[in-house]
């Protein structure tokens, strides 16, 4: 079924402006750009909450690829704040180590989307 929103223009099947040929595309429709946008937004939110600590690790992201690239920045964030002796047992960390660390916190804090 075919619908004139106009004399000129038909409404089709996902809206008269919905050209997903077009997305990605200098002629995309801007909702898609909004959208885009979002999305960015929203994954860096989602890596500034493990970096500042917000995210404990428990749960799982819905987007496959998002976890793995959260799982990863767990492991980085791991591996830098833990700090052993040769024989296992923990040892307080490096000055460098704090410091890399205090510094990424600081850091995504600064992000001007939260």
Known sequence: MTCLVNRLMALQ?????????DDNTRNAHPAFN?????????????????????????GSINSAEIEKIRRAVFILKEALSTSFEKDGSKAPLSKLHQGALDEAKKIADTLTFQ
């Open 13 to 21: 099947p996902g809206g008269y402006t919905d050209r997903p040929q």
């Open 34 to 58: 909004r959208g885009k946008a979002r999305g960015i937004l929203e994954t860096l939110a989602i890596l500034r909450n493990v970096i500042t600590g917000v995210d404990n690790g428990s």
